[in-house]
């Protein structure tokens, strides 16, 4: 099936948002680490609880392996809703690998834009959907600080039911949306949801690991289809990182004196095997609580240490 682009659009290039849950939430979920800047357990051990049984609420967050982990459970919300097929055929489980090698952008366009601003996009052509499961992409070997390739996640709101759509509508096309991903995050499809391909932007191929369930009936499966000329997403990394968080300066400076300490520590370490450095680091290293008073602290400990 080919849809045009509405009348009104003539042509649409859609602006790159950042990935949240909160502008997300209507498509499935974003599945990232709550606290992308913790080093060390010691600073949320006081009050956690041990790990109990394997499953847990939504949104907790508990104790595990010996206290030498934090367990978020209940990320993304895996959905299996096959007895709805018309087939009833089950569906299973199963896990594929997508390795997604960068897509290679139109040339620049200028004078085109509002604003006279120009950036390297690239067509969308495809659409399609799950009806009866969701899909959980997850990147590998990608960090959230490699700045250097990110990935795209498109994805469209479904229409009403027509003459021609009986059961569930096509992509509304005038809202579909670009949000830009780096490697700290993951997303979960929710069951019906239009998306585009995975597009990886930038130097490096992602793998993806993605997990759904199938039932071997293809139009039960996936449903695909095309979109006429005329939608574009910009692919540019310089948009994508113009919309991710400036660091906090203090966190900086602390980010800074904690790898400078690790550095004497392990100096410690080496040249002083009989000093107890492992105390310094455990007391003074990873505080509940840092200050800059416990670095200062710590790095005078290092200093007597070495002398």
Not at 30 to 35: G, L, T
Not at 75 to 86: E, F, K
Not at 152 to 171: C, F, K, N, Q
Request: aromatic share 8%; charged share 20%; net charge negative.
């Amino acid at each position: 099936i080919s849809l045009p682009l509405p009348p009104e659009e003539g042509k649409k290039i859609l602006r790159l948002l950042p990935l949240r849950q909160s502008s997300f939430a209507d498509f499935g979920t974003v599945i990232e680490n709550p606290s992308p800047t913790l080093t060390s357990i010691s600073e949320v051990l006081p009050g956690l609880e041990q790990q109990t049984s394997p499953a847990g609420p939504a949104g907790a967050v508990m104790l595990a392996n010996e206290n030498t982990a934090l367990k978020y459970a209940n990320m993304t919300r895996m959905t299996n809703d096959y007895a709805q097929s018309p087939s009833q055929t089950a569906g299973k489980a199963v896990m594929n690998m997508f390795a997604c090698f960068p897509r290679l952008p139109l040339i620049a366009r200028s004078g085109e834009e509002e604003d006279g601003h120009s950036s390297p996009v690239s067509p969308i052509r495809v659409l399609e959907r799950h009806p009866f499961t969701t899909q959980t992409f997850v990147p590998m070997g990608l960090a959230a600080s490699d700045r250097s390739t990110r990935y795209l996640v498109i994805v469209a709101p479904t229409l009403a039911p027509s003459e021609d759509w009986p059961h569930r509508g096509p992509p509304d096309l005038q809202n579909i949306k670009a949000f830009g991903a780096h490697g700290g995050q993951a997303v979960t499809y929710a069951p019906g949801t239009w998306h585009a391909p995975m597009a990886v932007m930038g130097a490096n191929r992602v793998d993806f690991v993605v997990l759904q369930f199938c039932n071997g009936v293809p139009e039960e499966d996936c449903q695909e289809v095309e979109v006429e000329e005329g939608l574009e997403v910009e692919v540019s990394l310089e948009a994508v990182q113009d919309l991710e968080p400036k660091a906090n300066h203090n966190e900086n400076i602390f980010q800074w004196f904690r790898a400078g300490l690790e550095t004497a520590v392990v100096d410690i370490s080496t040249r002083f095997p009989n000093k107890p450095s492992h105390i310094i680091a455990e007391r003074f290293l990873y505080p509940a609580g840092l200050t800059l008073v416990n670095y200062l602290h710590a790095v005078l400990l290092c200093m007597a240490h070495v002398r």
